[in-house]
């Protein structure tokens, strides 16, 4: 249900029309097809009622009452939101990840556009160079690759000693409650292969004879960067950045494995996914935890909803 | 190096005749130059890797001493430290993480193979209704779903087996998928559907018949990303794999990170290492695939 950082480039492409019904009975024909479909959708339905729609309204539920898991849940009206506003765990994380967001996905995008540029102009090689760049974020939502970040910014690690040797003396970035946060927003910026690919086929997508057109017309590479290929290469924009945005509010492995569970040094990793998975599952404050999802979801799908409103102010679509 | 000596080649070729020799010597330099520094930045990128990749086969006391990547001394002591957790040996984790990711391979291309067949081609009213549900549900944290789903798994005895983590991927809940296959299918010509229902096909045969073996880069697609998504999938098997004898390859590498006290960094990267050649194998096996998948759904 989550997004991988890895997400295979779709493109979202304009509305089907409604298909011309193949049985020219029209009523006989749709009711048939009616049929079929839900035959087909079968699985899906039956998911999205018993896996996603039953436990989001249970959830909902259990929001609003006090539950252990052993005991039956029992109703508190809107404490556990009115907790919300006095627990400073909350707050720290709610921050931490609106910190990791607002950082770290217009950094790996920037990355993810400029290596694009970069790699589009007709390069030989395109293809080594795209995969070598892809390659980390195929890996970079593992544990593995959590732990590896753990040891090279570990106090004798890869980064350290990569500082010595150029004679600056390294900190003990994980266990420095002002740099542990850093050390993961690298890490999301080092995955930027996957919307680099996605801008790459979105690059190729804008015809030649615009360029073409605007050479004729005396246009030089900052033009036409500024008046063709940006314009053109908004929607691949809205799109990565919905993904992606979406992705990091969601972000839970990297700061699990990195502070062992903890959210540490001093909360400053803590996620909120992480205090989401701290209250549910370790201290099994169930209810807690559901309210803390939900506001989650509310703010995602806000975020979402204001990322959408403001696409009509600079999103091109149209020819 | 050959991409250096590709780059020359090219520029060369592409320079019409009357261009003077100083153009494409400029010419020829930038290319250079920015080959370099592509190569410089690839090899930047790749370092951690590589360093892990070094640092699972050098001798622990080396590891953290040595930043280099050529190594002096080569060891299996790492894995050899790694390889039991919890009492099992990690072909054990590698088995688990095999059958879960498998069954969801299985569950995906089952599920969302149908469910994108009937967006994409059948003529229903509820269709734009259940269109617009796929494309929210692709954006929906899994965090809101996940506590009742926890209890409700609870109750019926299911945690520390794997049918938390497979069932839903029958009932199509990656819907990521089916809006992938949607937008595949929807390129297929439907002239090909009208034939086959001129010939007597009825849905079912036309998607068995028809679709299904033109939607073959979709499914490779769909195969390689679940593959991958759940092999690295850590928070839902986090949760529902408690016992070590069910642990996944990323939650026993989460206990081995743990009970660390006693292990080396030499030992931690070598397990991690092992964990990942799985993906690196499908990454270096599957790049045709990838590429054609991306050129399919990505350049419509």
């Known amino acids: 249900m989550t997004i991988a950082k890895s997400a295979p480039p779709v493109q979202i492409t304009a509305p089907d029309p409604p298909p011309t019904p193949v049985d020219t009975g029209k009523g006989r024909g749709r009711r048939r097809q009616t049929a079929a479909a839900h035959a087909f959708l079968a699985p899906w339905l039956i998911g999205l009622i018993v896996i996603t729609a039953l436990p989001m309204l249970a959830s909902l539920a259990l929001s609003f009452t006090d539950y252990n898991i052993l005991s039956t849940p029992r109703f508190i009206g809107t404490a556990n939101f009115e907790r919300m506003l006095d627990d400073p765990r909350f707050w720290t994380s709610a921050k931490v990840t609106g910190i990791y967001v607002l950082v770290s996905v217009p950094l790996q995008l920037g990355f993810a556009l400029a290596l694009a540029l970069i790699l589009d102009k007709g390069l030989k090689g395109l293809a080594i160079y795209r995969s070598a760049y892809y390659l980390p974020s195929l890996l970079g939502g593992s544990v593995a690759v959590a732990v590896l970040w753990k040891q090279i910014f570990g106090y004798d690690g890869l980064v350290n000693q990569g500082l010595e040797t150029i004679g600056i003396q390294g900190s003990n970035w994980l266990q420095n409650p002002d740099t542990a946060l850093g050390t993961l927003i690298v890490l999301n910026a080092w995955t930027f292969g996957s919307p680099m690919v996605i801008f790459l086929a979105g690059l190729r997508q804008i015809p030649e004879e615009l360029y073409e057109a605007a050479r004729v017309d005396g246009a030089g590479w900052s033009r036409q960067f500024a008046n063709i290929t940006i314009p053109l290469l908004t929607p691949i924009i809205f799109f990565n950045l919905i993904l992606q945005t979406i992705g990091a509010f969601q972000a839970f492995t990297q700061a699990h494995v990195v502070s062992g569970g903890t959210g540490g040094p001093v909360d400053s990793t803590l996620f909120y996914t992480l205090y989401i998975y701290q209250q549910a599952f370790v201290n099994f404050d169930m209810g807690y935890a559901s309210a803390l999802a939900w506001v989650l979801l509310l703010v995602i799908g806000l975020i979402t909803a204001l990322h959408f409103t403001l696409s009509k102010y600079w999103v091109f679509y149209g020819d | ?268 990267l070598a397990m991690s290492l092992l964990s990942l050649l799985p993906i690196l194998l499908f990454f270096a096996f599957a790049q045709k695939y990838l590429i054609q998948g991306i050129a399919t759904t990505g350049l419509k």
């Open chain 2, 1 to 268: 190096m050959s991409t250096l000596t590709d780059s020359t080649t090219s520029t060369s070729a592409l320079a019409p005749r009357h261009i003077s020799v100083s153009v494409r010597r400029s010419r020829l330099r930038g290319a250079l130059v920015r080959h370099g520094a592509l190569t410089l930045f690839g090899l930047f990128m790749l370092y951690p890797l590589i360093w892990m990749l070094v640092s699972a086969f050098k001798p622990s006391h080396l590891v953290l001493t040595d930043p280099g990547i050529i190594p002096t001394e080569l060891t299996l002591e790492n894995f050899r430290n790694g390889w039991v957790v919890g009492g099992f040996p990690f072909w054990v984790f590698f088995g688990n993480s095999l059958v879960v990711a498998i069954s969801a391979i299985v569950g995906n291309l089952f599920s969302c193979s149908l469910a994108a067949f009937a967006l994409a081609r059948l003529d229903f009213r509820a269709r734009n209704i259940y269109f617009a549900i796929v494309l929210v549900s692709v954006m929906l944290p899994m965090h809101a779903v996940i506590i009742p789903q926890y209890i409700v798994f609870s109750n019926l005895g299911l945690v520390n087996t794997f049918v938390p983590l497979i069932l839903p991927k029958f009932l199509a809940t990656d819907a990521f998928f089916v809006f992938l296959m949607v937008q595949f299918i929807r390129g297929i010509p439907r002239t090909l559907d009208e034939a086959a229902c001129i010939d007597g096909a009825g849905p079912f045969r036309t998607f068995w018949f028809v679709i299904l073996p033109l939607m073959r880069p979709a499914l490779i697609t769909t195969t390689i990303f679940t593959f991958i998504w759940t092999w690295n999938d850590f928070f839902g098997q986090l949760i529902y794999l408690t016992d070590s004898s069910v642990f996944t390859v990323p939650v026993a590498l989460n206990a081995l990170v743990d009970s660390q006290s006693n292990q080396g960094t030499g030992t931690l």
